[in-house]
T-cell receptor, first 113, second 116 residues
Framework: NAGVTQTPKFRILKIGQSMTLQCTQD?????MYWYRQDPGMGLKLIYY???????DKGEVPNGYNVSRSTTEDFPLRLELAAPSQTSVYFC????????????FGSGTRLTVV | AQKITQTQPGMFVQEKEAVTLDCTYD???????LFWYKQPSSGEMIFLIY??????QNATEGRYSLNFQKARKSANLVISASQLGDSAMYFC?????????????FGSGTRLQVQP
């Protein structure tokens, strides 16, 4: 199984540009999450989804949007990129039961210049 | 809401020795789970160990054990017989089970360096 697949792995954006970070999981997990990790810090929750069509804000949602039209896909949209959005972005998924069943993607390293 | 505190930004340990990484948590949920993740320099998040709030025994996974003290709200990670490959960032995280959110809350991490 592929698990959680994120694309792209690296991206450089200019200030004001927009982009979509893609996230796909093949484990039929209901729950999906987007986190950002700034250098030397822990992961902070941007948005999460408890199922197709249902999304909600996390700790740091400003400047981002998400959608969840299918169980498999959970794209993260950056509008009007700013240098403060330079970070590593992780997508993750889990089943309803929680426990040890969180799977993380390999991350997207985004630089805004 | 959940909060995780890791007070050790960096730790050094000699190869083959044991090391304890501290983690305290705060939550109003009655049911919750505690996790430890390892993040090597390559950047991926590697799951190490999980402890449920109602588990009576401390979790163990190979050289990793979680010292769970519920009354103190602590969930320290113990790594026995450290290896050079254990050098990495370590994150404590938790999830509250009383609501449907299920998102992990992470601490700020501890950088462990294993010295030969």
């Amino acid at each position: 199984n592929a698990g959680v697949t994120q694309t792209p792995k690296f991206r450089i954006l200019k200030i004001g540009q927009s982009m979509t970070l893609q996230c796909t999981q093949d484990m039929n997990h209901n729950y999906m999450y987007w986190y950002r990790q700034d250098p030397g810090m822990g992961l902070k929750l941007i948005y999460y989804s408890v199922g197709a069509g249902i999304t909600d804000k996390g700790e740091v949602p400003n400047g981002y949007n998400v959608s969840r039209s299918t169980t498999e896909d959970f794209p993260l949209r950056l509008e009007l990129a700013a240098p403060s959005q330079t970070s590593v972005y992780f997508c993750a998924s889990s089943s309803k039961s929680g426990g040890g069943g969180y799977t993380f993607g390999s991350g997207t390293r985004l630089t805004v210049v | 809401a959940q909060k995780i505190t890791q007070t050790q930004p960096g730790m050094f340990v000699q190869e083959k020795e044991a090391v304890t990484l501290d983690c305290t948590y705060d939550t109003s949920d009655q049911s919750y789970g505690l996790f430890w993740y390892k993040q090597p320099s390559s950047g991926e998040m590697i799951f190490l160990i999980y402890q449920g709030s109602y588990d009576e025994q401390n979790a163990t996974e190979g050289r990793y054990s979680l010292n769970f003290q519920k009354a103190r709200k602590s969930a320290n990670l113990v790594i026995s017989a450290s290896q050079l490959g254990d050098s990495a960032m370590y994150f404590c995280a938790m999830v509250g089970m009383d609501t449907g959110r299920r998102a992990l809350t992470f601490g700020s991490g501890t950088r462990l360096q294993v010295q030969p």
